[in-house]
């Protein structure tokens, strides 16, 4: 048995090690809010829901478009003042700013650019681990939809 | 010792009587598991323990009035065909043996001996006392008659640890790996979503400039937000 423990201690020790370390990691995720940002084109061209929409696609069904393809997944950790520009196409970009947070929700401002200017400025409180979708921008002759995403 | 004893005995049983008359070789005695030296260490203190009476004055007394007539029997025994030994016993009519005559005429003089088993197993430990006496008895017979390997119910615990050791340390590699993939923020788990929250967020401020329109659908308290910019679009079913 005291084998079992020794050997058990070296293969941990390491890990130990790191939980022993993590607050000064953990401190740092918590100042911080992991900002996701899925671009999705909607489209009444096919009728067919993008895999990876899955976890989604009940909410996307709520709007009048047939077929979602996902175009792409961005994804960053913004620090509470802090912000992160994500690009999007057709020279679109979203810029996030997470302006505060608590236990509960995390208050992000929202900004949409396009080639000729703002699409749209909204602050909005998200609740932890939560999200919610912009949408509008006309591509492809369909429109994108921005699901935001905030967790923490 | 004889070439006809070499053979009856088994090598484990060769090395005992080689080690306890000191003949082995360097090499034997290298070999010889300190464990089981202790073991014999134990056993021979638990033997030698045992609080003999002085038996054989009054043992043999007990012989010399059964009135064996061995001089007789010895005397008369070349007449007597087949091996001596047979043919003086044969002279003497003891149908049971010498042995049970002398081992009668002890427990006469000393009363039953009681069983050893129980205190050797006691003294040597692993097992309990009682009953597990017979197992241990019947631990060092089958170990006499295997002759080979390790005295198996020295290593019973010693094999249950190297298991339990060797699953032990199975677990700690799973756990090992099980927490270095959720402790640590792992490319490969960037792309997980886990649980998320459909949730109405709220508003605080929104604007979309002059040259747009937006809409807020909401759907119901289990769905998200959705901000659309948009006003020549009709977008909720």
């Not at chain 1, 900002?35 to 909410?59: C, E, Q, R, S, Y």
């Not at chain 2, 009363?111 to 060092?140: C, I, M, Y």
């Not at chain 2, 005295?151 to 019973?156: K, N, P, T």
Request: with cysteine.
């Amino acid at each position: 048995m005291s084998v079992f423990v020794i050997i058990a201690m070296l293969l941990l020790s390491p890990l130990v090690g790191q939980a022993y370390g993590a607050p000064d990691k953990a401190n740092q995720v918590a100042e911080s809010v992991k900002i996701k940002v899925w671009t999705v084109l909607a489209t009444n061209g096919h009728a067919t829901i993008d895999p990876d929409l899955k976890p989604i696609a009940k909410h996307l069904g709520n709007l009048k478009f047939s077929g979602f393809d996902l175009l792409s997944k961005q994804g960053a950790s913004i620090d509470v003042k802090g912000e992160n520009r994500f690009k999007l196409v057709g020279q679109r970009s979203v810029l996030v700013t997470v302006l505060s947070r608590d236990k509960d929700r995390a208050r992000v401002r929202v900004q949409v650019v396009g080639p000729k200017g703002k699409l749209l400025d909204t602050t909005v409180s998200i609740r932890r681990n939560g999200f919610f979708m912009v949408a509008g921008p006309p591509h492809a002759g369909g429109v994108l939809v921005l699901p935001i995403f905030a967790r923490y | 010792m004889s070439d006809r004893m070499k053979e009856e005995l088994s090598p484990s049983q060769l090395n005992e009587l080689r080690h306890c008359d000191g003949l082995e070789t360097a090499q034997e005695r290298s070999n010889v598991d300190g464990e089981v030296l202790l073991a014999r260490v134990e056993l021979m203190a638990e033997l030698c323990d045992l609080s003999c009476p002085s038996l054989a004055s009054a043992v043999m007394h007990r012989l010399r009035q059964s009135g064996l007539p061995v001089r007789a029997a010895f005397s008369s025994g070349p007449e007597v065909p087949g091996p001596m030994a047979q043919a003086v016993m044969g002279a003497l009519g003891v149908g049971r043996g010498v042995g049970a005559v002398v081992a009668d005429a002890i427990v006469a003089e000393a009363g039953a001996a009681p069983s050893l088993w129980a205190g050797l197993s006691s003294t040597v430990g692993g097992l309990d006392e009682g009953e597990s006496g017979l197992d241990l008895k019947n631990a060092l017979y089958a170990e006499a008659v295997d002759g080979s390997g390790p005295i198996s119910w020295m290593r019973a615990s010693r094999r249950f640890g190297v298991v339990g050791a060797v699953v032990g340390v199975g677990i700690a590699v799973a756990a090992a790996l099980m927490l270095s993939i959720v402790g640590v923020d792992g490319p490969s788990l960037e792309g997980a979503m886990g649980p998320m929250l459909a949730a109405p967020v709220d508003i605080e401020s929104l604007d979309v400039g002059s040259q747009n329109t937006v809409q807020v659908l909401q759907f119901g308290l289990d769905s998200p937000t959705i901000i659309f910019i948009a006003s020549d679009i009709e977008v909720g079913k």
